[in-house]
DNA sequence: CGGGAAGTTGAAGCCAGTCAAGATTTGTGG
DNA sequence: CCACAAATCTTGACTGGCTTCAACTTCCCG
C-alpha cells in the first residue's frame, strides 16, 4: 500500500475493540454493520446443526478477515467465536463500499482474501473426504502450523493451541475418543506434540512423508 | 445491470467458445490468462491426491464462474473438467481488472461470487463431517437439484443429471459401492430416483425430513 | 479443597470400505 | 446391423476403522 491508501484505510477504520474468550463475535445468520479484522487473539468459525452437532469450518487467527458473507450477502452462513481474548479493527459496513470504490485496489484484495478461504475450504474438503484420521490431523495441525508462522505466533516448533481435542474432532468429522487416541499415536511417535495450550511440531518432514500430504501451502494474502 | 453496464460487460467479453464433454477448461496449478461464464453445459471441479484419490469440489452449472482463483491468487487451486458438451463465455483476464476498476459494482458482484462458493463449501464440508452417507447423499442431490432449478435446467421433479455414480462418491467421500446401495434404498422409499442422466426428486419435503435437512438455499447470486 | 471441564483409556458394535463377481448399458469397428 | 469390448451399475460377503459407551485421571480455578 502506498501511505496515502494506508491513511484513507485508517480513516475508515471505526476503531477497535475487545473480546472476551468464549464470546460470539459474529452469529451464523446475523447481518451485522460492521466488518473486522482480527489483530491479535485467534478464534472459530463453525455451523450448528439441528441435532446438536458442529462442524468447526475454520480455526481464526491475526489477519484474518471476518463478516465478510453478511456484507455480500446479506447474512453469515457461520459463527465466529473468540476461544482466547481477541483485538479486533472494526470497519463499518456502508462507509466500506463507499471506501472500496474510491479503491478498486482494495476491492481486489477482497476479493482474493475470499478466494483464500475458498481455497482453504476446497482443501479441508478433500482432508475429510479423501484421507484417514491419521492423515487428516495431521494435515490440519500442520496447516494451522504453518498459517500461525506467517504471523509470528510460533516460538521454534512450537505455537499458542487455544482450543480442546473437541474442538479439533468437530474440525476433521472424527470423534473425540478417536482423536485423542490418534493424537497419543503421533506424540508417540515423537513428530508432533499437542498438549493442553500448545502445539509443537517436531519434524514436519517426516509428518508430511507417514501421512502422504504433497506439501503444506499456505497462500500469500493481502491484510486489510 | 442497466443498459451501459450490459454494453460495458459485453466489450470486454472476448468471444464465445465451445468445449466438448470430458474436457478439462482449466487445470489445477495453471495460471490462464482466461475467464470463463458458464453459457450452457455442466461440468466438475475436483482435485487429485498423489495417491489417485479425487475429491469433488462441486458440480458446475450454467451461470458458474470459473478461473477467479487463477485471477487474483496466480494459480488454480482445483481443476474445472466439462462433463458434457459445454458453451463458455470467455473474458481476458488483463482487460478484466481494467474494466473493474471503472465498474465497482462488478468488483462487488465478483466478491460475492467468491462468497456464494465458499459458503457452499461450508456446508459441503459440513455434509461430510457431520452426516452418515444417507442424509449426505440427500443433502447432495436436493443442493444440485435446486441450483438446477434456479437455472431452468428442471423438467418438473426432473433434471439431466452427466455425473456417474463414481462423481457422486468421489463429492461425498463415500466408496463408490456404498454410494450405490444407498442410492437404492433412496429409489425403493420412492422419494428419489437415480437413473443414469438423469435425476428425479419425487418428495423433496419428505427428504429434507428424512434427512434432518433444515433447508436447501441456494443464495441468490450476480451472473456475469 | 471441592467440583467441573478436559484429557485418557479400554471394550464392544456398527457403518462404511474393500473384494469379488455378475448384469446392464454404451460405444465402436467390421 | 450385429458383435464385441469397455464402461458403468448392481449385489453379496467379509473386514476394519471409527463410533459409542463407560469409567477413570488430570488439570484448573474459585
Not at 498459517?147 to 493451541?161: I, K, N, Q, Y
Amino acid at each position: 500500500m502506498t501511505p496515502e491508501e494506508v491513511a484513507a484505510t485508517q480513516k475508515f477504520k471505526v476503531g477497535e475493540m475487545s473480546i472476551a474468550a468464549r464470546t460470539p463475535i459474529l452469529m451464523e445468520g446475523a447481518n451485522s454493520a460492521q466488518l473486522f479484522t482480527v489483530l491479535s487473539g485467534m478464534g472459530l468459525r463453525y455451523k450448528l446443526l439441528a441435532d446438536g452437532s458442529r462442524q468447526i469450518v475454520n480455526f481464526v487467527l491475526p489477519g484474518d478477515f471476518i463478516g465478510l458473507q453478511a456484507s455480500v450477502m446479506g447474512e453469515m452462513a457461520h459463527t465466529v467465536e473468540a476461544s482466547t481474548d481477541m483485538r479486533l479493527c472494526v470497519f463499518d459496513r456502508t462507509e466500506f463500499w463507499t471506501f472500496f470504490r474510491a479503491h478498486p485496489e482494495r476491492a481486489y484484495d477482497l476479493t482474493w482474501l475470499a478466494a483464500v478461504e475458498e481455497r482453504f475450504l476446497g482443501e479441508a474438503l478433500t482432508a475429510l473426504g479423501q484421507r484417514p484420521a491419521l492423515p487428516r490431523i495431521v494435515w490440519a495441525l500442520l496447516t494451522i502450523w504453518e498459517r500461525a508462522r506467517l504471523v509470528d505466533l510460533t516460538e521454534g516448533p512450537s505455537m499458542p493451541f487455544p482450543w480442546r481435542q473437541q474442538d479439533l474432532a468437530d474440525a476433521l468429522g472424527l470423534s473425540l475418543v478417536h482423536t485423542n487416541k490418534t493424537l497419543a499415536r503421533l506424540r508417540q511417535s515423537q513428530l508432533l506434540t499437542l498438549s493442553p495450550g500448545k502445539l509443537t511440531v517436531h519434524d514436519p518432514e517426516a509428518l508430511r512423508r507417514t501421512a502422504g500430504i504433497e506439501e503444506v501451502e499456505v497462500p500469500q494474502r493481502p491484510i486489510l
